[in-house]
Each structure stands twice: as structure tokens, then as C-alpha cells.
């Protein structure tokens, strides 16, 4: 028994290497390209809402330690408090869900979805004085290298905060892809829950064998480290100068 | 055979409250300018942090300190591998340029 619940962690380590693999090539693209554009990116995260990023997190810390005490209730048997937990679990699970729903909407009605109807970020729409500003800034980032650049004309400055614009794009692009794939695991979740919950009703857990649920666990915890992740690396790239 | 232990309730809670203490000392430390020696180290903070949070959650709910070797071995050649991955990627696109401007 014990070696069988010994190759089945191993196993599920395993399968979660896959998903750092997965989310690790993601976080390094990201990291790549923050580098590159970064005042897109400080422009792009600041519009994201950092109070909603908060809340995520909490949500899902709390899941994790409910999940965890699911885990030791099958571990002791006891059938009522895995129901309890388990289901409290997927009600914070739902929430983060509702929550990123509503964060989603909120950037679809802002014209923050890329494609053909991305319209350029807050930082440059509501504050028109800000566009000469940031493209000052881009100017600053590219003198470091040669100091003859002439002086910018008004032009360029126009021209350099379109660009920002667009480099802005691929930050939501990442944003998307990132929170959109961490969504989709969350969605995973919840039904990998609602099948222990049937299993749990059966009786079937006990100190002997409890396994789906120690792994379901495992899983559970693997995507809210990607979230631990997500939250300083998306809302949190520069708030220091106004947000 | 020591994968069948597992931590306390209580060692659950005390990880619980250290990973909240965690987000909120992340999310107040954000608005907060830490640049010393012309260098920002609102990242470096931000990350430390969530690195903290992340052995916790692997250690503790995960049960990983509790487990065998092989476990041990399996998931710190995960991290190590992705560590592997950044360090090179970075090194690559941090140091481009840096012979044209000479």
C-alpha cells in the first residue's frame, strides 16, 4: 500500500513538472519581453485593477488551506468534514472565477482585448499630457546608449507613444494568455473536486486509501503557486509612480 | 515509509497565516518606491516574497517535507530546470547590445 501511494505522488510530481515546463516557458516569454518594452508594461499592469489582484490571492490561499484540511479529514476518515472542505474549496474556487469574470468584462469594455479592437491603455487616453511624457521616458531608455540622438519633436514624441500603445498590446496578450490558462486549470479543478465529492459520498476514503485526494490536492496547490506567481508579476510591475 | 505522515492542524494554520501576512506585506510594499543605488527593488522584494510563499505552500500543504527522497529529488529538479531556463534566456537577452554600444 504504501509503495503504491509512493508511485502515485511520484507519478503526480511528475505530470506537475510537465505544467511548470508549461507555465515556466510563459513566465520566461513574459519576462523577455517586460524587459524589452518596459513602460508598455508599467502602463498595461497599471491598468489592471491591483485591488481585485489582492483578493484573487487571498481566495485562493484560503482554497489551499481548506483543501489541505480536506486532505487530512480523508487521511482521519472522517467523511462529514472532507465534504465540508471540499465543498468549501469549490466555493472559493467559484469565486476567483466570478471575480476574474467580472475583471474580464471589465477589460472588454475598455477595449483592452488584443485584436483588431485593442484601443490604447488609460495612461495615454485619459491623461493626454502623459503622451509626451512616456514617450520622454522611451527617448531617455534609448539615449543610454548613444547621447547624440537629436532632441525629440513633438512628431516623434506622438510617435514613440503609439508605440508604446502597441508594445502595450502584448502585455495583455500575456496577461490572457497567462490568467486565461491558470483559469482554465481552476476550471480542472472544480471538476476534479466534483468527482472526489461523488467518491467522498461512497464512503470510499480512509486511512488506507485516500490517494485521489492527496493528489487532487497536490494539483489544487500547484495552481495557486502559479497564482503566488502571477499576482506580482502582472499587477504588480511598477505602482510606485501613481496607480 | 514516511510519506504517510503528514503535519499537524496546527502547523496548517501557522502556514496559512504567514502566506497572508505574505500577500499583504506584497500588496503595501508595492506603492512604495524602493529604489537605493539607482536600481528598483520593488521587484526583487515582490518576488522573494512569492518565492517564500511558494516553498511554503510546497513544503507544508503540499507535504513535500514530509516525503520520501524521491519526492525531494523530483520536485527540486523541476524548480532547478526552470531555474536553469531563466538564468540562460536572461543572460542571452540582458547582455545583447552590450558589444555594439563599446
Known sequence: MGQQREASTFGMWVFLLTEIMMFGGLFAAYMIYRLLYYHAFVAGSSSISVGWGFVYTLVLICSSLTMALAVSAAQRGIRRLQEIFIVLTMILGVVFLVIKGIEYNAKYQEHHIPGGFFQTFDAVKNHPGQEENIAAQEQERLEKGSKEQPALSPEAAKQAAAQIAKQSEIFFCFYFAMTGLHALHMIIGLVLMTWLLLKVRKGLFGPQYYTPVELSGLYWHFVDIVWIFLFPLLYLINRTHGH | ?102
Request: aromatic share 16%; proline share 2%.
Open chain 2, 1 to 102: 515509509m514516511s510519506e504517510g505522515a503528514h503535519p499537524t492542524h496546527k502547523v496548517y494554520y501557522l502556514v496559512f497565516i504567514a502566506l497572508a501576512i505574505g500577500t499583504i506585506v506584497t500588496y503595501e510594499v508595492a506603492f512604495i518606491d524602493l529604489t537605493f543605488f539607482g536600481i528598483n527593488f520593488n521587484p526583487i522584494v515582490a518576488l522573494t516574497i512569492a518565492c517564500t510563499k511558494a516553498t511554503l505552500v510546497i513544503l507544508f500543504f503540499m507535504h513535500v517535507r514530509y516525503s520520501s527522497k524521491q519526492t525531494w529529488i523530483t520536485v527540486a529538479a523541476g524548480f532547478f530546470w526552470l531555474l536553469i531556463m531563466i538564468t540562460l534566456d536572461l543572460s542571452d537577452y540582458l547582455t545583447r547590445g552590450i558589444i555594439h554600444r563599446q
